[in-house]
C-alpha cells in the first residue's frame, strides 16, 4: 500500500521489451537507499516489484496488462518518472490510501497557471465518474490530490508549488497521458450498497 507522497523523481534508463512483457530500469538513489528483491515500489503509480538493484537504481518485470491499461506501455528512456516506496507500518499517513493498481488513463485538457498553483483539468472517463467527489481524493500518476472541480465528463486538480516541483505533473502539457486511480474506499462503499460485500455488525 502507498499514500500518494511522492518520494523521488526517477528516471527511466532503459526499457527491454519481450513478447508481452517488458523490463524496466529506473535511476532512483533514495527509493532504493533500503531496498531488496520483491520490495514494492510505485512507478507513475503502478506497483511494481523490484527484481534487481543497485546503489542507484531498480529494474521491475512488466507485464502485458500492466502495459496495456496504463502508461507505463509508452515510456521511453530518458522519462522522469514519479516513485514511491510502500508505506511502513510506523510512518505518517501523508495522503490517502492508494493500492498501485491503476483504474484508467487520462488526458490533461488544460493547465490554468495561477500565482502560486496551477489548476490541470482532465478528462473523466465515464466508467470513474460515480467514484470522482468535488473535494475527494484522487491519484494521478501517483500522486494523492483533492479534486477541486468536477462535471459529467472533466475533473480539476490544484497543484501546489511542491507538487509541481517534485513530480511529473509539473512538467505535463495538454494532451497528455497520466494514470488514474481513484479512491479505493468509493469503491468497498459501493460493492456494499450493491449487495455485493459482506457487512457485519
Not at 23 to 47: F, L, M
Not at 56 to 61: H, K, M, R
Request: proline share 2%; hydrophobic share 40%.
Amino acid at each position: 500500500m502507498f499514500t500518494g507522497i511522492v518520494e523521488e523523481l526517477g528516471t527511466l534508463t532503459q526499457r527491454t521489451d519481450g513478447h508481452d512483457s517488458s523490463v524496466i530500469e529506473i535511476q532512483a538513489p533514495t527509493v532504493v537507499s533500503d531496498a531488496q528483491h520483491g520490495h514494492s515500489i510505485a512507478v507513475n503509480g503502478v506497483c511494481l516489484t523490484v527484481t534487481t538493484h543497485t546503489a542507484d537504481g531498480f529494474t521491475a518485470d512488466v507485464m502485458a496488462e500492466t502495459l496495456n491499461h496504463s502508461s507505463l506501455g509508452r515510456l521511453q528512456a530518458g522519462d522522469a518518472v514519479n516513485l514511491e516506496r510502500a508505506m511502513r507500518a510506523d510512518a505518517r499517513f501523508g495522503g490517502h490510501i492508494v493500492q498501485g493498481h491503476v483504474d484508467a488513463t487520462t488526458t490533461l485538457l488544460s493547465r490554468e497557471p495561477g500565482e502560486k498553483w496551477d489548476v490541470l483539468t482532465f478528462a473523466l472517463p465515464p466508467e470513474l465518474r460515480r467514484y470522482v467527489a468535488l473535494k475527494g481524493s484522487i491519484a494521478l500518476d501517483g500522486v494523492s490530490l483533492t479534486v477541486s472541480g468536477v462535471t459529467e465528463d472533466t475533473f480539476a486538480v490544484s497543484l501546489i508549488p511542491t507538487t509541481l516541483e517534485l513530480t511529473t505533473l509539473g512538467r505535463r502539457q495538454a494532451g497528455d497521458e497520466v494514470n488514474v486511480e481513484v479512491d479505493v474506499l468509493a469503491k468497498y462503499v459501493e460493492s456494499m450498497l450493491a449487495g455485493s460485500g459482506a457487512v457485519t455488525s
